[in-house]
Structures are given as C-alpha cells and as structure tokens.
C-alpha cells in the first residue's frame, strides 16, 4: 500500500512537470507575438523547472524519503 502511494505521487509528479513544459512550449510556438523577453524568461522557467524535478525524484526516489519512513515507523514502534 505504501509502495502504490509512493507510485502515485511520483507518477503526479512526473505528469505534472510534462504537463508544464508542453504548456510552456505550445505558448512559446504560437503564433502570437510576446513582449521583448518573455520566450527568454519562458526559457529561464523551463531550466529552473527542470532542476526542480530532478531535485523532487531524487528526493522520492532516494535515501531522504526511505529515511522519513524510517523514523516515522520507529516513531510508531516507539524506538525513537
């Protein structure tokens, strides 16, 4: 159970940052015309984004959460 709930909020995750950059994509490649600097802050965006979801895969996917686990089941043993 608590491996599907790590699967849920990793694919929530996932979906949402793909749902992001195709967002920001499709309205760097209209036809309309931005004001001076906005497909380099949309650029800028995009990085930060990126960075971000590597930061939160890492965490879910790493040692940071099987630690949280840990303790919050040492907690309910009372060995914490």
Known sequence: SQQLN???E????ILSFIGMIGALFWMSLSDKDFPPGIKETLLVLVGVLAGEF???CSYWLGTSHGST???SLMAENGKA
Do not use: A, E, G, P
């Open 10 to 13: 990793v694919l929530l995750v």
């Open 69 to 71: 686990v840990k303790t």
């Open 6 to 8: 790590l699967l849920q």
């Open 54 to 56: 590597k930061n939160t």
